[in-house]
């Protein structure tokens, strides 16, 4: 093989494996087994399993359900994927931007009660990007012009 | 001077507007308030790291295609300076998750594959150090940048693919036009310097390139060396 004919043999060939690569990541079954948290509803169905194991659970605080209890110590809050929801209780204070409705990923593992015990308390910011005050709207005012980018 | 750094220098100055206005006029963003200006410097990162990554995978494709050194150190300039970006992408990243996400790190999937993004082409980074004849550095690097580069549409789509802690793709509708312009404008501002720093780096790999051609290659293997015989050395002594 003349060195034009291996470089592009190598040429093929990679691009072939980075393909295979690719394909198996997008279409494999790795999507499934690769999970960062579980859903409330996958926390359900895993029933008994799920004691004592090391969790991550995720979804949406549910507005209203933020209690603290007493002292300021400690709070019980409610996770939903809106088809489930789980009682969760963390010890500690959570991050500035806790609020109700936020999204949010607690570490621990979930009690015989069926409540979870967080140790870490992670909150998600969503992809929405406002200025504070919408109904004003005057800091957009400037920016009609632009609006079309 | 060159049109290099007229293009950095451009890069910069477009890039210091867009961050100008997005500290100084745009509000702060209603939840995260002033920390949430990061935004600003951390979409530009991502983008032209990325961008940058993705111009070595076409240079890589072209070196094995046609085998010219200009590919070559195209390449080695965009892995460079995709690296860099994407390096400070996970250290912004990390100080921004702190006050946000209430952790310096998870091991999230947007995280994660950025992560593994890093580490990969810094190993081309080192396999292009180790190996010393030209022609094999060209093929062997281009081989692993085609490969290292599966991973960076997994890193664009990770946040679509699985459940991430990092939000998801934003667009027109989710970011408020007065952060948007500034946005558009670093993103501008960074791409030029971004493209500046590749050919700034592209011209050192040039360079480098012509004195191996001038001075080319010694053998892989030195012959052995030919000690004189000492049966002979009287004779030589004379």
């Given at each position: 093989m003349s060195p034009e004919q291996k470089r592009r043999g190598a040429l093929l060939l990679s691009l072939m494996v980075g393909a295979a690569a690719l394909g198996f990541l997008m279409f494999g079954s790795l999507g499934d087994n690769l999970v960062y948290y579980w859903s409330p509803t996958e926390l359900i169905d895993a029933g008994?399993?799920?004691?004592?194991?090391?969790?991550?659970?995720?979804?949406?605080?549910?507005?209203?359900?933020?209690?603290?209890?007493?002292?300021?110590?400690?709070?019980?809050?409610?996770?939903?994927?809106?088809?489930?929801?789980?009682?969760?209780?963390?010890?500690?204070?959570?991050?500035?931007?806790?609020?109700?409705?936020?999204?949010?990923?607690?570490?621990?593992?979930?009690?015989?009660?069926?409540?979870?015990?967080?140790?870490?308390?992670?909150?998600?910011?969503?992809?929405?990007?406002?200025?504070?005050?919408q109904e004003d709207g005057h800091m957009d005012d400037p920016f009609k012009s632009v609006e079309g980018l | 001077m060159n049109k290099t750094l007229l293009l950095g220098a451009l890069g910069v100055l477009v890039m210091l507007v867009g961050h100008g206005i997005g500290l100084f006029y745009a509000p702060p963003e209603a939840y995260m308030g002033d920390t949430g200006r990061i935004l600003y410097v951390h979409v530009p990162t991502a983008w032209v790291g990325m961008l940058a990554l993705t111009a070595a995978f076409a240079m890589a494709v072209g070196a094995l295609w046609n085998g010219k050194a200009i590919w070559d150190s195209y390449m080695e300039a965009s892995i460079e300076v995709g690296v860099v970006f994407s390096a400070m992408l996970l250290a912004q990243g990390s100080i921004w998750a702190k006050p946000t996400w209430n952790t310096w790190w998870t091991w999230d999937p947007r995280l994660t594959t950025s992560a593994i993004m890093v580490v990969a082409f810094i190993g081309v980074l080192l396999l292009r150090g180790a190996v010393h004849s030209p022609s094999r550095r060209m093929a062997f690097s281009a081989v692993a940048t085609i490969i290292a580069f599966v991973d960076v549409p997994v890193v664009y789509f990770s946040v679509e693919w699985w459940e991430t802690t990092h939000q998801g793709f934003s667009g027109r509708?989710?970011?408020?036009?007065?952060?948007?312009?500034?946005?558009?404008?670093?993103?501008?501002?960074?791409?030029?310097?971004?493209?500046?720093?590749?050919?700034?780096?592209?011209?050192?790999?040039?360079?480098?390139?012509?004195?191996?051609?001038?001075?080319?290659?010694?053998?892989?293997?030195?012959?052995?060396?030919?000690?004189?015989?000492?049966?002979?050395?009287?004779?030589?002594?004379?």
């Open positions: 008994t399993k799920a004691q004592g194991a090391s969790i991550r659970l995720g979804g949406m605080v549910v507005p209203g359900s933020v209690v603290w209890d007493e002292g300021g110590k400690s709070l019980t809050f409610q996770v939903t994927d809106n088809e489930n929801t789980v009682t969760v209780h963390n010890r500690g204070v959570p991050p500035e931007m806790f609020r109700e409705g936020i999204g949010t990923v607690v570490e621990g593992t979930i009690d015989r009660a069926g409540v979870f015990q967080a140790t870490r308390l992670l909150v998600s910011h969503n992809n929405e990007y406002r200025a504070p005050d | 509708d989710n970011v408020d036009a007065v952060m948007r312009f500034p946005l558009l404008v670093s993103l501008a501002g960074t791409t030029l310097l971004g493209l500046a720093f590749i050919k700034a780096r592209q011209r050192i790999a040039w360079a480098r390139h012509l004195e191996e051609e001038r001075a080319p290659d010694l053998p892989e293997t030195p012959a052995p060396l030919s000690l004189p015989d000492p049966s002979n050395q009287k004779e030589n002594l004379g």
